[in-house]
């Protein structure tokens, strides 16, 4: 039995590290603990509770998620401090342990969060310490939590997957948030209705390997795809990731005659060298990559295309990067996100003997850094002097309003031309050149 008088005008003070999936699973926590009575705190207000959404990519996040904690337990002294995600599954001792925390949940117990904050609640009422902590082993996180939350934007994101059941070999995140699992694609066109009576025009679709979406329900991704075309009053929908594999012909086919899915991919390649690409236990090799992005920019030749490229991966010797460097070199695609390699304990890529030094790593990521730049320089010059729908996001009084257009190029209106009027709305904008720092082409109203 949840007391609900317990929470009622505490304040709370919310902590995301990682990806947009924790983002957006900590609107949740966000919803549920105002739902109970809690507000969030104002900058600089003392917090009652602080809840610090984790994540555990790289030794460097887990560090971050260690800082976080004890800034929040320094700058909130008494607060309740629960920790969450993926470094609280994959640590959850360790984390409990730190000064401060009182309440660590895993991925499976996060959906409860409600229930053990009131027990916790009363345990604290009745003088125990608590420092408890909750995860069940990985092979046991069943659960699925649904999110859909407005972003700090104007764009939703709909949680539609969750876990992985791909283990490659650099990887933690399966050990961290389990075995791929999906809602009912009933429920989530409900969701995009929801967001659509709420005024959403734009929804991003996020999961940890969306393409895998069905395998619990026995539901297809292409079916969600075709559900979710249907919701009327969205007018935008981005997938923000695919794997290779796991891009149908035929969902590429579906997507350049749809009605709302934008002509903008996000394809992890990892790495543009078959011998890396079998050492990572990717599920496909260059050629099958290739074919994809072919086939993606000739239905839809317009299409923001980004990859996640990882440099410096074990085995990756200097020839291997040559290759990925070579093959990224002449793919038609529009952005690189390059990731460090970053070893996780637990991880079976640590038995391949290859190591590559972190001085070397550096130079590899400069070097796709600037192709990269160089590549989105060239997408967005395509476009100066045309004509594309841009949905504007709000902006501060007296500052430029940002937007993006179907095909994902930035777009820049100059504080002069800025109206609250404007914000969340699709208009038709004929682009201009690169703003001040090249970030993004400036609209000229027409
Ligand atoms: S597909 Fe590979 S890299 Fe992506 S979450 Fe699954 S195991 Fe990790």
Do not use: W
Not at 187 to 214: P, R, Y
Not at 430 to 439: K, P, V
């Amino acid at each position: 039995m949840i007391d609900s008088s317990a929470f009622q005008g505490k304040k709370a003070i919310y902590y995301t590290l990682g990806c947009k999936l924790n983002f957006s699973e900590t609107s949740t926590f966000g919803k549920m603990l105002a739902d109970m009575g809690v507000v969030t705190a104002e900058k600089g207000e003392r917090a009652d509770i602080c809840l610090i959404n984790t994540c555990s990519v790289t030794e460097v996040a887990d560090h971050k998620c260690r800082q976080a904690i004890h800034k929040m337990a320094r700058e909130h002294p008494g607060a309740f401090i629960i920790v969450t995600g993926c470094y609280a599954q994959l640590e959850t001792e360790k984390v409990s342990k730190i000064a401060g925390v009182d309440l660590v949940l895993g991925s499976n117990e996060k959906a409860d969060l409600i229930q053990y904050l009131n027990d916790a609640f009363i345990h604290r009422a009745e003088g125990t310490t608590l420092h408890a902590f909750h995860a069940v082993k990985t092979k046991d996180i069943k659960r699925f939590q649904p999110s859909c939350s407005k972003g700090n934007r104007t764009r939703y994101f709909l949680k539609v997957q969750d876990g992985c059941n791909y283990f490659c070999t650099y990887c933690t995140i399966p050990y961290a948030r389990g075995l791929s699992r999906s809602p009912s694609i009933a429920s989530l066109v409900a969701q995009a209705e929801e967001a659509a009576a709420e005024g959403g025009k734009e929804i991003v679709l996020t999961g940890v390997n969306i393409g895998d979406f069905g395998t619990t329900t026995h539901e297809r991704f292409i079916d969600l795809v075709k559900a979710l075309d249907g919701v009327e009053g969205i007018k935008r929908f981005r997938i923000s990731s695919l794997e290779p594999d796991l891009i149908d012909d035929e969902l590429i086919e579906y997507c350049a005659g749809s009605r709302a899915f934008m002509p903008h991919f996000h394809i992890p390649l990892q790495s543009g060298s078959d011998m890396v690409l079998k050492l990572m236990h990717r599920r496909y090799d260059s050629a099958l990559f290739a074919r994809k992005i072919a086939l993606i920019k000739r239905l839809m030749p317009d299409a923001f295309i980004g990859v996640d490229v990882m440099v410096g991966s074990r085995g990756e010797r200097p020839e291997f990067f040559e290759a990925c460097y070579r093959f990224l070199d002449g793919l038609p695609v529009t952005q690189l996100h390059v990731f460090p390699y970053s070893e996780r304990p637990g991880t079976s890529a640590l038995t391949i003997p290859y190591v590559v030094d972190e001085k070397e790593k550096k130079l590899r990521s400069k070097r796709l850094l600037a192709m990269s730049e160089e590549k989105t320089h060239a997408f967005y010059e395509q476009y100066i002097g045309t004509e594309r729908p841009v949905l504007f996001e709000k902006a501060h009084r007296g500052k430029a309003m940002h937007g993006f257009t179907d095909n994902y190029i930035r777009v820049e209106l100059p504080p002069s031309l800025a109206r609250d009027a404007y914000d969340n709305e699709i208009m038709s904008i004929r682009l201009g050149g690169f703003n001040h720092d090249g970030t993004a082409l400036k609209a000229e109203l027409t």
